[in-house]
């Protein structure tokens, strides 16, 4: 089956403006977080959503917000983009047993100028 | 406050080189599980091991196996005859057993690096 799809896989941005990215998850997931993946930073959780609500949020200030739809889909949205946004944001799925196993997409490379 | 130390930022071996990926982890809870993530460069993390607290057993799988330590609150991660295609980035990842799905705390990674 068709694995997690996160789109545009890249996309260049000037501080100030506003981003939004997509992810589609496996078919039948109903959970999906978002990371974000800096150099400096390392993975930082940034938050889950499960049947249209947000369960959990990372230590992120409320610039970097999220949704998800009936459909599972997800989409993230970073406000005011500061340089130190740059980062590849990971989206993953999980079928929903406890168990920590996520299946990642492969990621939306933001760079802010 | 849980965390994961990968001391390793990168290593470079020759194929067919033997490799060891270290991982030691802190955290307070009894129960948890221990994860090891690889990252191509094409970017989605890929799973490839989950490991309760409760079971020290190691594991092979392949040229991978895995030795996890309570004693010493680590969880490495051995390539046997590395290959090229081996090259990537390898997350060791920790949860605890009643937290998120999703709030794993992962170390900063170690580049691995196979050259023919």
Redesign the interface.
């Given at each position: 089956k068709a694995g997690v799809t996160q789109t545009p896989r890249y996309l260049i941005k000037t501080r100030g403006q506003q981003v939004t990215l997509s992810c589609s998850p496996i078919s039948g997931h109903r959970s999906v977080s978002w990371y974000q993946q800096t150099p400096g930073q390392g993975l930082q959780f940034l938050f889950e959503y499960f049947s249209e609500t947000q369960r959990n949020k990372g230590n992120f200030p409320g610039r970097f917000s999220g949704r998800q739809f009936s459909n599972s889909r997800s989409e993230m949205n970073v406000s005011t983009l500061e340089l130190g946004d740059s980062a590849l944001y990971l989206c993953a799925s999980s079928g929903g047993r406890n168990t920590g196993e996520l299946f990642f997409g492969e990621g939306s490379r933001l760079t802010v100028l | 406050a849980q965390k994961v130390t990968q001391a390793q930022t990168e290593i470079s071996v020759v194929e067919k080189e033997d490799v060891t990926l270290d991982c030691v982890y802190e955290t307070r809870d009894t129960t948890y599980?221990l994860?090891w993530?690889k990252q191509p460069p094409?970017?989605?993390?890929?799973?490839l091991i989950?490991r309760n607290s409760f079971d020290e057993q190691n594991e092979i799988s392949g040229r991978y196996s895995w030795n996890f330590q309570k004693s010493t609150s680590s969880f490495n991660f051995t390539i046997t005859a590395s290959q090229v295609v081996d090259s990537a980035v390898y997350?060791c990842?920790l949860?605890n057993?009643g937290g998120?799905?999703?709030?794993?705390t992962?170390?900063?990674?170690t580049l691995l690096t196979v050259n023919p």
């Amino acid at each position: 089956k068709a694995g997690v799809t996160q789109t545009p896989r890249y996309l260049i941005k000037t501080r100030g403006q506003q981003v939004t990215l997509s992810c589609s998850p496996i078919s039948g997931h109903r959970s999906v977080s978002w990371y974000q993946q800096t150099p400096g930073q390392g993975l930082q959780f940034l938050f889950e959503y499960f049947s249209e609500t947000q369960r959990n949020k990372g230590n992120f200030p409320g610039r970097f917000s999220g949704r998800q739809f009936s459909n599972s889909r997800s989409e993230m949205n970073v406000s005011t983009l500061e340089l130190g946004d740059s980062a590849l944001y990971l989206c993953a799925s999980s079928g929903g047993r406890n168990t920590g196993e996520l299946f990642f997409g492969e990621g939306s490379r933001l760079t802010v100028l | 406050a849980q965390k994961v130390t990968q001391a390793q930022t990168e290593i470079s071996v020759v194929e067919k080189e033997d490799v060891t990926l270290d991982c030691v982890y802190e955290t307070r809870d009894t129960t948890y599980y221990l994860f090891w993530y690889k990252q191509p460069p094409s970017g989605e993390l890929v799973f490839l091991i989950r490991r309760n607290s409760f079971d020290e057993q190691n594991e092979i799988s392949g040229r991978y196996s895995w030795n996890f330590q309570k004693s010493t609150s680590s969880f490495n991660f051995t390539i046997t005859a590395s290959q090229v295609v081996d090259s990537a980035v390898y997350f060791c990842a920790l949860k605890n057993s009643g937290g998120s799905n999703y709030k794993l705390t992962f170390g900063k990674g170690t580049l691995l690096t196979v050259n023919p």
